[in-house]
């Protein structure tokens, strides 16, 4: 069941990834990552009526998750806003391996043989795909943008690991947090330190800048983006779960992405990588496969 929960939330934060890149295409990201929040807030606002907020011991946890977050989101945003959809996507989906390394020497989890080999399926193909980029002049090692696209991927593992630290079990070494606590108030955090960036960095300096446009897909990627981390969570919660295979199936979103980005962005090259989503997909097979 658990496992469903990640590609649920896969299909969904590709959907995320697609209203996202949308979004940012020509426009200001800061006012757009703001929005985001806000309206990820107001989705979540009256469950902050119905969940024990467990005072200052269980809050500061929760601000730590918020500020992790959306670092990842800020270096994330700026990445996508000037990269293809088709490579940020396989970026993105090396999260897994870094999230593996840590479930390991972190929480000493363990792979069966199946899993083992959806894993190294898994990251031979999402290495495939990000050589596709120097196919349109983008090197990995000598772009800023790709690099902040990395380091928001290695920020979401630091927090796909703390995610289990707060919602797993006391008996387990975890918090056993309320995951529905823990989605409303972070994104609630989020907000507040987006509000003060947008009036002190953003605002100040807007006109120097590209200006900031209206567009409806803005308000769908707090919808996607929510739907995704409820199942998500949902998982978490659920005995037996394993962090580094939910964290590699929650990736497969890269699939989502790219069939939506091939028919609406028109991005290149998209032969050879649909070769290397084969790979993707054989390796979520054999994560499935694994789990029975």
Request: with cysteine.
């Amino acid at each position: 069941m658990w496992l469903l929960c990640g590609f649920l939330s896969a299909a969904l934060l590709g959907l995320y990834d697609v209203a996202k890149k949308s979004s940012l295409r020509d426009n200001a990201v800061i006012p757009v990552l703001f929005l985001n929040t806000l309206f990820c807030s107001l989705i979540f606002l009256p469950a902050l009526w119905t969940v024990d907020s467990g005072g200052w011991a269980v809050q500061r946890y929760i601000v730590l998750k918020s500020c992790i977050v959306l670092s990842s989101w800020l270096c994330a945003y700026f990445g996508m806003k000037h990269l293809p959809l088709t490579l940020v996507g396989p970026i993105n989906a090396t999260r897994p391996v870094m999230v593996l390394v840590g479930a390991i020497l972190v929480f000493g989890e363990q792979l069966n043989a199946c899993q083992w080999a959806g894993v190294i399926l898994s990251i031979a193909s999402f290495f495939l795909l990000s050589r596709s980029g120097k196919k349109e002049n983008i090197y990995f090692f000598h772009n800023k943008w790709v690099l902040c696209v990395v380091a928001g991927a290695a920020l979401g593992a630091v927090s796909g690991l703390y995610d289990k630290f707060l919602m797993a079990p006391a008996e387990s070494g975890g918090l056993a947090l309320n995951r529905i606590a823990v989605q409303s108030y972070y994104n609630f955090y989020q907000c507040g330190m987006m509000a003060v960036m947008l009036a002190v960095l953003w605002w100040p300096t807007r006109k120097q800048h590209t200006p900031f446009v209206w567009r409806w897909s803005i308000p769908l990627i707090a919808v996607f983006l929510s739907m995704a981390d409820y199942a998500y969570f949902y998982g978490l919660s659920l005995d037996g779960v394993m962090v580094s295979v939910i964290s590699l199936a929650r990736r497969s979103s890269v699939v989502v992405s790219f069939l939506v980005a091939a028919l609406l962005f028109k991005e290149k090259n998209l032969k050879s990588k649909a070769v290397d989503l084969f790979l993707v997909l054989l390796g979520m097979l054999f994560l499935y496969l694994g789990t029975l």
